[in-house]
């Protein structure tokens, strides 16, 4: 191979990198958090979700008492999916119980984190951070992809179904 060619290669073998680290699990203490994905968002959306598993590999439950998607998003709730009167509806709740040894899978449908007055729109192939605050493993930041408008939810981020938690 010729050093020109080798060039070339160095701007794709650089995005790669890029791409492979915003998919890799982030830990604080006992909790690991895997696939933390977002979807596209159309138009002029003013709001979003972020989905992921959350992994509480110690002995003693925790508890998700926040996150933070700054400067995405001005506000950020956890939430979940009620049905009332046959309408499923969306509602905040104050904290996630994460129950020790157990996986709790934030999905469409289902438990997720709702971004808030989003200061931008989402754009497929964008990255961002944001910020957990868990009652004892503390403060973790993870890292976010965003997928396609419409994006299904995948179970392949590491455990099985029969593993969430609700």
Do not use: Y
């Not at 976010?144 to 590491?158: K, N």
């Amino acid at each position: 191979m010729t050093i020109s060619r080798s060039r070339s290669l160095l701007p794709a073998l650089t995005l790669l990198l890029s791409c492979l680290a915003w998919m890799a699990p982030a830990r604080a203490e006992s909790i690991l958090v895997e696939g933390a994905w977002s979807r596209a968002t159309p138009g002029q959306a003013r709001n979003g979700a972020v989905f992921m598993a959350l992994h509480n590999q110690g002995a003693e439950d925790d508890t998700l008492l926040r996150a933070d998607a700054d400067p995405i998003a001005t506000s950020v709730e956890i939430h979940t999916h009620v049905h009332e009167n046959n309408i499923m509806k969306m509602k905040a709740v104050d904290t996630l119980t994460l129950p020790a040894g157990a996986t709790v899978t934030l999905m469409p449908g289902g438990l997720h984190i709702m971004l808030m007055g989003l200061k931008a729109p989402l754009h497929e192939g964008q990255g961002f951070t944001m910020t957990l605050t868990m009652q004892k493993a503390g403060t973790i930041t993870i890292p976010v992809t965003v997928r396609a408008v419409g994006a299904p939810a995948s179970v392949s981020q590491g455990h099985k179904p029969e593993q969430h938690v609700h």
